[in-house]
């Protein structure tokens, strides 16, 4: 069962770290956000901030619940220190199989006993990170969507040794932050990713095609198919550089379909990963709002 004074250690204080922390610490749990980076940290805990003031501001919450949830939320670069006794660790560092094992190599000895051991990995393999520690069967993939705050779906991803009482102690914690859980057996890209690396990649190709503009293309899908972002304008939030892994993960697992468009690793190459540096398929002004007209134009490429 879970208590309130269960401590949550979120592991990578980037763009999903951040709204992953400001979830738990807005339930009513102690939550540690470690990073490497004490940059990433003051970033993530700034923007966590600002999601407080937001719903202050919205009247959604009151200035006495909202400093709670700030107070509740600790930053630290020392993982070992960080992890010591908690009961959750959520992983969601970047998608780089050797990393996430090195962090789970170090944080698992220290966690409390019985502690869950999520990743938020979106395509590796949860029975591989799994195999990396002495207790496979306390492993989970809890995959959350960006943003966090906005977004209610958690897929909860079952490796091969993942046992019962994870799955059950994993559903409570989604539940005690207000999200709804779905149980996925692990598979290549899961249910949503496989869906929309899919989607984001047949609208790169159509781009690069010059089938249609890119505000077009976005258009069709969020008016033709009642989609809330389009599939560039997506990409640009997801971020390419993540795109562009789980397509050559897809690729290599799932075949041809999933070749991932040559204008995806071109932007990549060239550092246009989209709104974290302030230019993707579209341009960012210093304070995050897009450039009107700034879509990528076929004549361009
Ligand atoms: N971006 C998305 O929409 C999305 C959605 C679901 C899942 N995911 C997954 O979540 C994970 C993180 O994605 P992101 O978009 O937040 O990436 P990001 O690049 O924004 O952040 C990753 C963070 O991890 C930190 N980091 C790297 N190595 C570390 C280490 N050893 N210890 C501590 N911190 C370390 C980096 O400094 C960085 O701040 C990935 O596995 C990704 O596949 C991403």
Known sequence: ?????????????????TGIAHAFASSGFATQLVDTSAE????AEKSIHGILDGGVKLGKLTVDVADAAKARLSTNTVLKQAAEGAHLLVETVSENLAVKKAVLGEAVPVLAANAVI?????????????ASVPCPERVIGMHF??????????ELVLGIATDEATVATSREWCDAIGKTSILVNESPGLTTSRMSAMLGNEAMWMLQEGTASAEDIDTALRMGFNHPMGPLELGDLTGWDT?????????STLGEKFRP???IIKMVAAGRYGRKTGHGVYKYDETGQRVPGSGLKASNL
């Open 1 to 17: 069962m879970l208590d309130k004074n269960h401590k949550v250690v979120v592991v990578g204080a980037g763009l999903m770290g």
């Open 40 to 43: 990433a940290l003051a970033k």
């Open 118 to 130: 999520a990743t938020n990995t979106s395509a590796l393999s949860v029975t591989e990170i799994a």
């Open 145 to 154: 969507f960006n943003p966090v705050h906005k977004m209610k779906l958690v």
């Open 243 to 251: 795109r562009l892994s789980v397509l050559r993960y897809l690729h």
């Open 261 to 263: 468009c040559p204008l």
